[in-house]
């Protein structure tokens, strides 16, 4: 499995129109951020760029949110896009780091060769005074995107049964401290508050800084203070599978393997109800 490389827009600006490397806008924003993903896109990207939505390229028969699709499903709608497992894919997001991360592992995770996220998003390439276009983009050439799943990467509710039941890995939570320890109620309706019995916090805002990625220092420290045990695995999750993949990125930052993701994070685990919710801190 290949690492999610991390680019500057200076890097991105100088391979702007290389054809083995396809750009996508993945912005996700949640309701009460009040933006429109589609709309920005179509006032202002990166040149080239494609829109990618992880609520249209999902697990349609899933109640869940953005689940992953089954691979050819996956496979046929970024072929349709124009773009191969043989392409490059450097995905940012409107928000700096929140949404780009889940984009690109979710591509590595159906067999993309080189994925990547833009450090610093849209706002980083804007205040370098980069070129910007409007509109929607040019259709592109279908392609052909060889899926090939990673079973390892993703994690199902049985899954995370079986991790808490037989403690083979840590889990460790991106939501705030606030919804996870109940104090504050979820922004979902219908979803108990609370978390996973032995989970553990680390907001994914602790590794984001300006809009970008902090340093490993700063990474490892977080995840110290978070009482993560370096030596042991790792499974991360969210509210709904988005900023989980934030700790990811920043974990395999530090040096250390990939963890798993559990896709169903909190919209699966907290509106079931034959699951165990612990209230209070961890």
Known sequence: MSKIDLVTPAWLFERLGDPSIVVLDGSYYLPAANRDADAEFRAAHIPGAIRFDIDAVKDRTSPLPHMLPEPDEFA???????????????????????ASPRVAWTFRTFGARQVAVLDGGFPAWRAAGYPVEAGEPDPRETAQFLAEYDEEAVLSLADLREVL???????????????????????????????????LN????????????????????????????????LVTTCGSGVTAAILLLAIERTGRPAPALYDGSWAEWGSRQDTEVVAGPA
């Open 76 to 98: 046929a709608a970024v072929g349709q896009m124009g773009i191969s497992d043989e392409h490059m894919v450097v995905a940012y997001d409107g928000a700096g780091i929140f």
């Open 202 to 233: 680390l907001h994914y805002g602790a590794l984001v800084k300006d809009g970008r990625l902090a340093e490993p220092e700063a990474i490892e420290a977080a995840m110290r203070a978070a009482g993560v045990d370096p030596s042991r695995p």
């Open 165 to 199: 039941a037989t403690g083979s890995a840590q889990v460790l939570d991106a939501r705030s401290a606030a919804r996870f320890s109940a104090e504050e109620p979820e922004p979902r309706p219908g979803m108990r508050s609370g978390h996973m019995p032995g989970a």
